[in-house]
């Protein structure tokens, strides 16, 4: 496996076979992943979209080496098979799960001090406070923290290790927007450090903000990798152009939006009213993929 691969994943499949009891007594399995081809590269940030029982966990369990995967196929994560991956590896992972356990009559310095000693080479705790900007709080019994400040120690318990790979799993579920953009912060340090991310999320604006890579997971399969910026094409869809002239608002669809603005630029001799140049959202391209493949389903499979 080339060494500039964090994650390699080609086949990827999983059939949950203990899925929801029929009514007829029967047991209906569930195609969680089926056959998902994955590079995520050392060093980036790479973000996993979807809805709900997409299947982002599972694919984020079996690279956790916390779920077995369906025999075929190949995974490779930091050059081993997670399935049989030893303790060795596993100091390389750093995992922030959706809601860790809390410890609430410890102090943050102690949660830590205690979750290093699981380490052969812990990074330096002080350090890590640090990292998470809970150093003035590090005397406070975790009980006492608020959600966001809660969710910094889960990250800075992830990466206690120091690890070369980290999965944060919808680490921003409600923080207010000035903690997500602080927590933001912390996850592109960890990337200029060198650690590689895979980042699952709900949140358009998080995977746009933070990602270098997004991919698009539905019913089980990859629909589409790309940077947010190019991800199902934005990067070529027409751009809206939109100003004031004397009959007020005006919007134009542009392929060439720079033509568009010059051309306006020209005929207002200078400045233009209200100029705007937008192109679609992530949010909005990520709709229509979702939606496509909801209406390539056949009825009776929604
Ligand atoms: N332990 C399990 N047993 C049976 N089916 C399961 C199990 N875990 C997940 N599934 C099913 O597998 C599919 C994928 O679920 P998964 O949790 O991976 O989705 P997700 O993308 O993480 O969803 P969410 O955004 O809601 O967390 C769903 O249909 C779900 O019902």
């Known amino acids: 496996m080339p060494t500039d691969t964090a994650i390699r994943a080609r086949g990827l499949r999983k059939t949950y076979r203990d899925g929801r009891t029929r009514r007829d007594g029967g047991h209906r399995s569930v ?30 369990e079996i690279f956790e080496g916390f779920r077995e995967r369906d025999e075929g196929g190949e995974l490779t994560v930091l050059g081993t098979d997670p399935g049989r991956a030893d303790a060795a590896w596993r100091q390389r992972i750093g995992i922030v799960l959706q809601e860790a356990a809390g410890f609430d009559l410890l102090t943050v310095e102690e949660v830590l001090r205690n979750f290093a000693g699981y380490y ?16 003035a709080k590090r005397r406070s019994r975790t ?12 990250v800075g318990l992830g990466i206690l290790g120091a690890p070369d ?3 944060l799993d919808e680490p921003t579920t409600g923080f ?8 933001w912060d912390l996850v592109q340090d960890l990337r200029a450090g060198g650690t590689t991310i895979l980042l699952t999320t709900h949140y358009l604006e998080e995977a746009e903000q933070l990602a270098d890579r997004v991919g698009v997971i539905n019913r089980g399969r ?16 027409k751009a809206v152009v939109g100003w004031r002239d004397q009959n007020g608002p005006q919007r134009l669809e542009s ?48």
């Open 255 to 302: 392929a060439d939006p720079t033509r568009t603005v010059l051309d306006l630029a020209a005929r207002f001799g200078g400045e233009v009213p209200e100029l705007t140049v937008s192109r679609p959202s992530l949010e909005s391209i990520y709709l229509r993929m979702i939606e496509t493949e909801e209406s390539a389903r056949p009825e009776g499979d929604r």
């Open 222 to 237: 990859l629909v589409d990798v790309d940077s947010p910026a190019g991800l199902g094409g934005r990067r070529h869809a």
């Open 165 to 167: 790979l980290l999965f």
């Open 31 to 60: 195609v969680a992943l089926d056959g998902v081809d994955l590079d995520v590269r050392v060093g980036e940030i790479f973000a996993l979209l979807g809805p709900n029982g997409a299947g982002k966990t599972t694919a984020t």
């Open 143 to 154: 009980g006492t923290l608020s959600g966001g400040q809660r969710r910094r120690l889960d």
């Open 120 to 135: 052969r080479a812990p990074r330096p705790v002080d350090e890590v406070l640090e990292a998470v900007g809970l150093t």
């Open 176 to 183: 207010d927007p000035e903690v997500r953009r602080q927590f």
